[in-house]
């Protein structure tokens, strides 16, 4: 009979143990199906919400930061000469990276003067610029934009054009909003940058 009680003290110990693991498991899975259902719209599982994303990124090239209103503001450091911009630093792939954390639906390009795209196959959508795109001004050494995210409608993208590499051609940034398919390949046009 002892040997009976033995093992079902046993068994409850094990009972307990078994607890202490698998109720704290199940409390993080549970935690992380809500962080995950979050982001998700009801009734349309394929819908997720962009994360709100950090509040300022900086670095070398440009500064992003998160305004109210949905507004990100990007300014670029210039070098000028006198009282003229001579050109911006550019970091393409980095800049794509911090749009998207910011939420930004955005590409960057590097301006290509080799790209065989022509201007007026671009399918600009104007009026999304305009609503989604402040003017470009300067702001001491820096050149300084703000991007409305929410204007910027399903189906377009906002297009952010750096300079070419080795600075020939244009040194400064041009932005755009473009609808459909984007092109492989972008050729800024004089009177796209300021």
Do not use: W
């Not at 997720?48 to 509040?55: E, S």
């Not at 671009?122 to 610029?129: G, H, P, S, Y």
């Amino acid at each position: 009979m002892n040997h009976v009680q033995e093992d079902s003290r046993l068994t409850a110990r094990r009972r307990r143990l078994t607890t202490r693991f698998v109720v704290p498991v199940a409390l993080a899975a549970a935690v992380a199906g809500v962080a995950v259902s979050i982001g998700q719209t009801p009734g349309d599982t394929d819908t997720v919400t962009v994360a709100a994303g950090p509040d300022r990124i900086t670095n070398v090239a440009y500064t992003l930061d998160r305004e109210p209103h949905n507004i990100v503001k990007l300014s670029m450091p210039i070098e000028t000469s006198g009282m003229s911009v001579q050109r911006v630093l550019s970091d393409p792939a980095g800049l794509q990276h911090d749009l998207d954390r910011m939420g930004v639906n955005a590409r960057v390009y590097r301006d290509d003067p080799s790209c065989p795209v022509a201007q007026k196959d671009l399918n600009r959508d104007r009026e999304a610029n305009k609503a989604a795109v402040g003017k470009i001004g300067r702001e001491n050494d820096r050149l300084v934009t703000t991007i409305h995210r929410d204007k910027i409608p399903n189906g377009s993208t906002l297009v952010v054009v750096l300079p070419p590499t080795g600075g020939k051609g244009h040194g400064l940034f041009g932005i755009d909003v473009l609808k459909g398919e984007l092109p492989s390949c972008y050729h800024a046009q004089n009177e796209e940058l300021p």
